[in-house]
């Protein structure tokens, strides 16, 4: 009788307590987004674009943007460009310049949950235009070159000409 009477009990409390799971969860649920620290998620404060250096370079230069606020960082752009950045910390991020622009350009950053950084006249990046420089001919070079010459004009002469 006593085993029938704890079987009948533990039937009960299985049927009872996943009725009452779903509100527990949900009460957890919220209970975690209100009591969570706002700095875990940006803080509240959008970025600041304070100052890049360099201003000006081509292609493929390191940009180091200082500012603040730039707590979880999801985007660098060069005017409207997508440029691939490295978060440093809450005040620093670098970033590589990216192509596809010409002239000036404001950097903005943006984070997560606050938004995008204003611009201002302290985030101005000038695009310049790559150095092409030629290679300059070493003697070897210029060595071959003239033995070259030699042996063309040499068979050249050996040809005779019908």
């Not at 039937?11 to 009725?19: I, L, T």
């Not at 730039?70 to 990216?98: C, E, L, R």
């Not at 596809?100 to 201002?120: C, E």
């Amino acid at each position: 009788m006593i085993d029938e009477f704890w079987l009948l009990r533990v039937r009960e409390r299985r049927r009872a307590v996943p009725a009452r799971l779903p509100r527990v969860l949900l009460s957890l649920a919220w209970l975690c987004v209100f009591l969570a620290p706002r700095a875990s998620y940006g803080g509240g404060a959008t970025p600041i674009v304070t100052s890049v250096s360099p201003s000006s370079g081509p292609e493929g230069t390191l940009v180091t943007i200082t500012g603040s606020n730039f707590n979880n960082t999801t985007a660098v752009h060069f005017g409207g460009i997508a440029a691939a950045f490295t978060y440093i910390s809450p005040t620093t991020v670098t970033a590589t310049v990216p192509g596809g622009f010409s002239g000036s350009v404001n950097i903005t950053v943006s984070a997560l949950f606050v938004g995008t950084s204003a611009t201002n006249p302290g985030d101005l990046f000038t695009l310049q235009a790559a150095a092409i420089s030629t290679p300059a001919l070493s003697w070897w070079s210029l060595i071959a070159l003239a033995l070259l010459l030699v042996c063309f004009g040499w068979f050249a002469l050996r040809r005779k000409f019908v």
